[in-house]
Antibody, heavy 119, light 108 residues
Framework: EVQLVESGGGLVQPGVSLRLSCAASGFRFREHSMNWVRQAPGKGLEWLSYINTDSTTIYYADSVKGRFTISRDDAKNSVYLQMNSLRAEDTAVYYC????????????WGQGTLVTVSS | EIVMTQSPATLSVSPGERATLSCRASQSVSSNLAWYQQKPGQAPRLLIY???TRATGIPARFSGRGSGTEFTLTISSLQSEDFAVYYC??????????FGQGTKVEIK
């Protein structure tokens, strides 16, 4: 079964850091570029970051550039999102999503992990 | 950045009826458009890619059309499990990958 499982979310205060993890199984992880997407409460989907298969190409949305860092470890079939200087507006469910392996739509998706930034 | 605009924001439909959702891109995205379904508390699920190709396991009542800047998702006969929020996404020019704001399909 193809599966992505996120972890690492929680309640944190503004200004602190948090590291999200996404563990993949059931597919050839190293052959897929990976993304992070978030969804603020009651809002739509916002793409955040992309990393290609060999980590040579990385992109960020302007909203997180300079604060968030994406990385991957193919030996652990995992992708990570290091989030620094967290703000209240970063409160959201964070999803990891793989590219299809054929083109650049997103499939599969993880179930998401909730990050709440509040004092 | 390509802006994706979905309409309507909410669509009220009776079970068994047809639902047609629209998605417009601010510039041409060719056929590089996907549709996702999201139910409350769940992750998005891929329905359609390439504007019109159903993903694995997606029922035939879901169909997608369009190219360039105008796209539609049609659900031919709504089932109870189809009431959800639907998002379109362009993957023609990135970064960023951009999503529409979503259309909620609710029970009339």
């Amino acid at each position: 079964e193809v599966q992505l499982v996120e972890s690492g979310g929680g309640l944190v205060q503004p200004g602190v850091s948090l590291r999200l993890s996404c563990a993949a199984s059931g597919f050839r992880f190293r052959e897929h570029s990976m993304n992070w997407v978030r969804q603020a409460p009651g809002k739509g989907l916002e793409w955040l970051s992309y990393i290609n298969t060999d980590s040579t190409t990385i992109y960020y949305a302007d909203s997180v550039k300079g604060r968030f860092t994406i990385s991957r470890d193919d030996a652990k079939n995992s992708v990570y999102l290091q989030m620094n200087s967290l703000r209240a507006e970063d409160t959201a469910v964070y999803y990891c999503a793989g590219d299809s392996g054929i083109s650049d739509w997103f499939d599969p998706w993880g179930q998401g992990t909730l990050v709440t930034v509040s004092s | 950045e390509i802006v994706m605009t979905q309409s309507p924001a909410t669509l009220s439909v009776s079970p068994g009826e047809r639902a047609t959702l629209s998605c417009r891109a601010s510039q041409s995205v060719s056929s590089n458009l996907a549709w996702y379904q999201q139910k409350p508390g769940q992750a998005p699920r891929l329905l359609i890619y390439g504007a019109s190709t159903r993903a694995t396991g997606i029922p035939a009542r879901f169909s997608g059309r369009g190219s360039g800047t105008e796209f539609t998702l049609t659900i031919s006969s709504l089932q109870s499990e189809d009431f959800a929020v639907y998002y379109c996404q362009q993957y023609n020019i990135w970064p960023p990958w951009t999503f529409g704001q979503g259309t909620k399909v609710e029970i009339k």
